[in-house]
């Protein structure tokens, strides 16, 4: 787990180089303890993880034996053959795949086109439909699931992959014009005012110079919508209850009951149900931190 | 609703600049109204957000017990029902808890925690172990919540569990059933949460503490004001926007804990770890008792937004104070 983020732009590198020698308080021993209980704290954060991958690899007759602590006896991937044997971890993934990729990119198209509105166009009322969306980002799902279900059952859409699609793209889409909005209010005039000069349309200004300005604040935002949903449970355990429909991490729960005398079989589908988030995260770690703190506060 | 800019600790340089194109509405560009580009979310949001809710809260003025069975009008009864529903009142005291599990220590860990790696092992061991230290806190915080949740059920599980298989390796036989025992159920479930979210505070306050001044601290330490004086009068105030956005959005996240609680323990044992989102969920899938977990969940939307409602007054006021 080395290296996984290194997100400080370079203009704020405080870099403690150049500073004076250290005070003498700092040379002492306790940087040693304090570094001793961050690396404690770590340890204790990451440990979830670490015996999991340890007992993921065991024999069910070694685990049964000796724990999950001790050094495994053997290394073997048969509980992962039982995994795949009793739930299709292909399909799941290619849900999983599926539904994220769909809402990301419906959320963001339709987040790009309500902030051009609200952020460029300035509409009127344009207060009113950020708050509206604010506050929709906090409403409990609970409080519409019941009529979603009913109305998702009425149309033929229940335990349809599509019926999880909308409903996500419509609530990501919510959260990202929300945020968008107020990016979008600080686009710079003067390209506008160029734009407004060649004589471009609405329709034109959006895709030829707000689009590509705003690309890299896009791409996080779509990244973010695919993990969003990914991880996504009460509304997919809900719509979607055929296995064939099901996500990676329902489809390792709804298991889990008959799991419960296999422990390495279970940990085995927890370690290739993270797999995919955790190779996400390695792959745009950079682009998430940053994400995350300006999701946060800009 | 005017709150939407609040959240967002926008600076007055980037207000100005916004303030800067509003020319743009004298002249407007050529094209349809702005008002077909919001077509695409409000179609949207009325059908996934508004009707549904309209809906929840009609369905909570009657006895229903969903599908095709008949409605009977009851008015407010399910509210009134609801105030003398010792369940309805064990969820949200429930839910104090999971303010403290997901709020109060993961806010409180995480300044600290912040605050270390970043001015103090930062500069001590480099930005690099401060880096690496990051990345494992945040770890928790990409695993889905399902997933998170069987590893939990297994660390916790009686027997061979890998809680239990710690204490008897050093000699407690029997160790406690974490799930099962009533009184220790809800406090595995926080354990869990607090794991899970301190990565969210840790992460989000040591990039708010890149914006503070280093020439504050430098300052400060020259008037020989040690590294927990400096903390507390220089880190805290200077990254009370980030801290604000963390409180908000992680008690909104406390107020609608669900799946922790059908993954570990399904409520049990004996309804001692229900919260409002499984109880409303019970209500409407396993009970068929329809209107009351509108009702439920229409009483939980409210508390909500009030909460959040207040904590933007509250932030707006002590942004004006600061101010003035």
């Keep these: 787990m080395v290296t996984l983020i290194e997100t400080r732009p370079p203009a704020e590198q405080t870099s403690p180089a150049p500073r004076q020698p250290r005070p003498a308080h700092k040379r002492g021993a306790v940087r040693w303890v304090v570094l001793g209980i961050a690396i404690l704290t770590g340890v204790v954060m990451a440990s979830p993880f670490l015996v999991l991958v340890l007992t993921a690899f065991r024999t069910q007759s070694d685990y049964a034996a000796n724990g999950p602590f001790s050094v495994p006896d053997q290394l073997t991937l048969s509980a992962f053959g039982r995994y795949l044997r009793d739930v299709d971890f292909p399909l799941a993934l290619w849900n999983s795949v599926a539904i994220s990729l769909l809402v990301a990119v419906i959320g963001v198209l339709i987040s790009l086109l309500a902030s051009y509105a609200i952020g460029v166009g300035k509409i009127r009322g344009a207060t009113l439909v950020t708050g509206v969306l604010l506050f929709a980002t906090m409403l409990p799902q609970e409080a519409i699931i019941y009529p979603l279900f009913h109305g998702a059952q009425a149309l033929g859409l229940r335990d349809s992959i599509w019926s999880v699609v909308i409903i996500f793209a419509v609530l990501q889409a919510a959260f990202g014009t929300y945020l968008l909005g107020s990016v979008f209010g600080t686009f710079p005039p003067s390209l506008l005012e160029a734009a407004r000069l060649d004589g471009a349309n609405r329709w034109q200004v959006l895709w030829q110079v707000v689009f590509p300005v705003m690309r890299p604040t896009l791409s996080v935002l779509l990244i973010f919508f695919f993990i969003w949903t990914w991880n996504e449970f009460y509304i997919p355990v809900v719509m979607l209850t055929d296995p064939a429909n099901q996500t990676v991490p329902i489809a390792l729960s709804t298991l889990r009951g008959q799991l419960s005398t296999d422990i390495t079989e279970l940990n085995a589908g927890s370690l290739l149900s993270l797999l995919p988030t955790l190779l996400f995260f390695l792959f745009f770690q950079r682009t998430l931190t940053r994400g995350i703190t300006a999701g946060a506060v800009k | 609703m005017t709150s939407d800019t609040s959240l967002r600790s926008r600076g007055s340089a980037s207000r100005a600049a916004a303030d800067r194109v509003t020319p743009t509405r004298g002249r407007p560009f050529r094209g349809v109204s702005y008002w077909w580009y919001l077509t695409p979310i409000i179609v949207g949001f009325t059908a996934v957000v508004l009707v549904p809710f309209a809906v929840n809260v009609y369905t909570s003025f009657f006895q229903w017990k969903g599908g095709l069975a008949p409605m009977s009008w009851y008015g407010l009864g ?15 005291r429930n839910t104090a808890f999971m303010i403290v599990a997901i709020v109060v220590v993961p806010t409180v860990i995480g300044l600290v925690l912040a605050a270390v790696l970043f001015d103090y092992l930062g500069r001590t061991f480099g930005p690099r172990a401060a880096s690496v230290l990051r990345a494992t806190y945040y770890l928790p915080q990409i695993v889905p919540i399902a997933v998170a949740g069987v590893v939990w059920s297994w660390i916790l599980n009686t027997q061979g569990g890998a809680i239990n298989s710690i204490l008897g ?12 025992d009533p009184k220790l159920a809800l406090f595995s479930i926080m354990l869990m949460l607090v794991w899970g979210q301190i990565g969210y505070p840790v992460i989000i306050f040591m990039s708010a503490l890149q914006r503070v001044d280093p020439e504050l601290h430098e300052a400060a330490e020259m008037d020989g004001a040690n590294w927990w004086h400096r903390f507390r009068a220089i880190s805290i105030p ?3 926007p980030e801290v604000f956005i963390v409180v908000l959005t992680a008690t909104v996240g406390a107020l609608k804990v669900f799946a922790p609680v059908l993954i570990l323990t399904n409520g049990g044992p004996e309804s001692s770890t229900y919260v409002p989102s499984y109880y409303s969920y019970l209500n409407f899938f396993q009970l068929s008792r329809v209107g009351y977990g509108s009702a439920l969940s229409t009483v939980l939307t409210v508390i909500i937004f009030i909460i959040a409602a207040v904590l933007l007054w509250w932030q707006r006021r002590s942004v004006r104070n600061l101010e003035d």
Excluded: C, K, M
């Design chain 2, 169 to 180: 390796a050093v000699g407690i036989e029997n160790g406690p059933d974490w799930l099962g």
């Design chain 2, 78 to 92: 399910n509210y009134t029902d609801l105030l003398h529903d010792d369940l309805f009142w064990e969820s949200f």
């Design chain 2, 238 to 240: 200077q990254i009370r």
